[in-house]
């Protein structure tokens, strides 16, 4: 018997793990097409993803990671009061 694992369900996986990813990352480790939207997508279904820039410490360069995190109480909030 297979089990099909979805790529969003994978990368939510990693991220749940802890892995930081960067949108190439995703795309060559999961092969998704769209990575800002495959995050989009995981965002709507209640997941706090984050993107925090980093610079290099080799060549200076600015890269984002995506990262599962904690909501805080504020954007909770503000998130009952949309719905109420």
Not at 4 to 13: D, F, H, P, Q
Not at 27 to 45: D, P, T, W
Request: proline share 1%.
């Amino acid at each position: 018997m297979t089990t099909n694992v979805t790529k969003t369900a994978k990368v939510l996986a990693a991220l749940e793990n802890g892995t930081e990813l960067t949108a190439k990352q995703i795309s060559a480790r999961y092969g998704v097409k769209n990575a800002r939207a495959l995050i989009s997508s995981i965002r709507m279904q209640g997941y706090p993803v984050y993107l925090n820039k980093r610079v290099s410490t080799f060549d200076g360069e600015t890269y984002s990671k995506y990262r599962l995190g904690t909501a805080t109480r504020s954007v909770v909030a503000a998130g009952y009061q949309a719905l109420a």
